[in-house]
């Protein structure tokens, strides 16, 4: 394949091969520029662009090995292709190591200019696969970055979203003199917030499509704490939990359950007014699964019974924990509730 109007430097200190090669290339379109010697060369392609450049291995001065190291330290340098004799393989091969496009051994007649032109079509064809290879890496790396960004800014309007409509229920929780109606409102804001937590754990973050647990339950055990601290409920949150990191659907389905599981805990496991603590854990479980556990030291569950307030809540720990392909589990033998997931990876 023909390179036209390809820029050749030729270096060698042979005069008339330099002629010979001069008018070989040209007649195959390519604007051929002749040095004598490694300084020459260097000089040469230090002030001029080059597409390619051929490098004879013996020069008197600066040899051939050595003008190939000082032309590669350069930023950016064209493609180099070592010009050897017949005899001198392992020459060719150290030029290789040594960062050389190719090599073309010298041959009588016009099998040498050739081979010397198959080595420039290769060596710039390589060339040009790589600047391809390279746009289209950058091009994709900048797309990556305005998805990232795009999917930071959603998530950042669903939590202010999320947060307007917990604000509007939070009011019209207020608006209420029916305790059961005002409960059930506070427990949707509860609800409305453990998602919310999620989205801005998301657009804070540097990863915008998986969510840090750790932090996550950290935050979301500090707001529901918060939130029942105002209601008269004053309990003691604690939490231990390993680094683990979920995708934004299973992230929101164990908020949930988390969410449901205290709300039950801070409704139920005590009597009004008696001290007690609610544990969360996670931990992992084997290489492949990680356990939530969500225990308290309260009344427990009477002996065949399910836990109480199994109506919307009970409903929604179900359905999250299909999601999430698996199930709550009670531990009958625990002094008060302890209810746990086992979730894979």
Known sequence: MKEANRRVLYVDDDEGLRRLVSRALSRRGYDVVCAASG?????LSAAQAFDIIALDHYMPGLGGFETLTSLLARADPPPIVYVTGSEETKVAVAALKAGASDYVVKTPGEAFFDLLERAFSSALTRVRLRRLAAEAEEATRASNQRLQALLR?????????????????????????????????????????????????????????????????????????GSWDNAGSARRLLLEAEPVRLDTDRAVSLGVIVNELITNAYKYAYAPGDPGEIRV???????GAFRLTVEDDGRGLADGAGPEGTGLGGRLIRAMGQSLRSKIEYDPAWRGVRASILVKL
């Open 39 to 43: 300084e020459e060369g260097l000089s």
């Open 153 to 225: 800014e959603v998530n950042h309007r669903v939590a202010n979203s999320l947060q307007l409509v917990s604000a509007f229920v939070h009011l019209q929780a207020g608006a209420l003199k029916d305790e059961a109606a005002r409960a059930a409102l506070e427990d949707t804001q509860r609800r409305i917030a453990a998602i919310g937590q999620v989205h801005r754990r998301l657009y804070t973050s540097d990863d915008v499509e998986s969510v840090e647990m750790q932090a996550y339950l950290h935050g979301l055990l500090k707001e529901l704490q």
């Open 281 to 287: 854990r996670l931990a992992r479980e084997g290489e």
